[in-house]
């Protein structure tokens, strides 16, 4: 159980073009999604927290113009990198956290490695 | 700003040899939990401890949470060269908030 998963798995794009990540909690009703970025050899960094139906909280330093987050449903949130610039190029990970079991527990996705040319 | 201090970063070892990760914070968490990474991939749950003193079992792994819930270690017993990865500890302290997370314990264990 609790599985999250994530597409694409892998993303090459030009600059200026905007790439749609999708993470989906396949098993279990996810109340509130995380979005986080990890650099290469570095723990994860978190982006934006994203409660189904409500707006996402967005940490200090991220421009939420820049990443739109989109929880439409509770197995469903999506990242949006717009108008993407090379310094983009990251590793972008979803978890979430259910409605049963450890609440406090979040399940990671397999992660989407954007590289933006 | 809340912190997990993890220790040590980066540890090369032998197979066969014994190791100990290590978790600390002044905060008090409401759980802790221990993930595995492997490259180009999410990381994975190991364990959740919740209770203060808790210790759990994996095969070879060995979870503590401290009396006080600020506090963690993961025990790996005859490491092998499949141990090898990225092990994060993240505190919580509260239901549906951001995971406090380690920077990460970068182990290499070398056949």
């Known amino acids: 159980g609790a599985v999250v998963s994530q597409h694409p798995s892998r993303v090459i794009c030009k600059s200026g073009t905007s790439v749609k990540i999708e993470c989906r909690s396949l098993?279990?009703?996810?109340?509130?999604m995380f979005w986080y970025r990890q650099f290469p050899k570095q723990s994860l960094m978190l982006m934006a927290t994203s409660n189904e139906g409500s707006k996402a909280t967005y940490e200090q330093g991220v421009e939420k113009d820049k990443f739109l987050i989109n929880h439409a449903s509770l197995t469903l949130s999506t990242l949006t990198v717009t108008s993407a610039h090379p310094e983009d190029s990251s590793f972008y990970i979803c978890?979430?956290?259910?409605?049963?079991?450890?609440?406090?527990?979040?399940?990671f996705g397999p992660g989407t490695r954007l590289t933006v040319l | 700003t809340q912190l997990l201090e993890q220790s040590p970063q980066f540890l090369s070892i032998q197979e066969g040899e014994n190791l100990t990760v290590y978790c600390n914070s002044s905060s008090v968490f409401s759980s802790l939990q221990w993930y595995r990474q492997e490259p180009g991939e999410g990381p994975v749950l190991l364990v959740t401890v919740v209770t203060g003193g808790e210790v759990k079992k994996l095969k070879r792994l060995t979870f503590q949470f401290g009396d006080a819930r600020k506090d963690s270690s993961l025990h790996i017993t005859a490491a092998q060269p499949g141990d090898t990865g990225l092990y994060l500890c993240a505190g919580a302290h509260s239901g549906n908030t951001p995971l406090v997370f380690g920077k990460g314990t970068r182990l290499s264990v070398i056949a």
């Open positions: 978890s979430a956290t259910g409605t049963s079991g450890y609440t406090d527990t979040q399940y």
């Open positions: 098993d279990f009703q996810a109340t509130t």
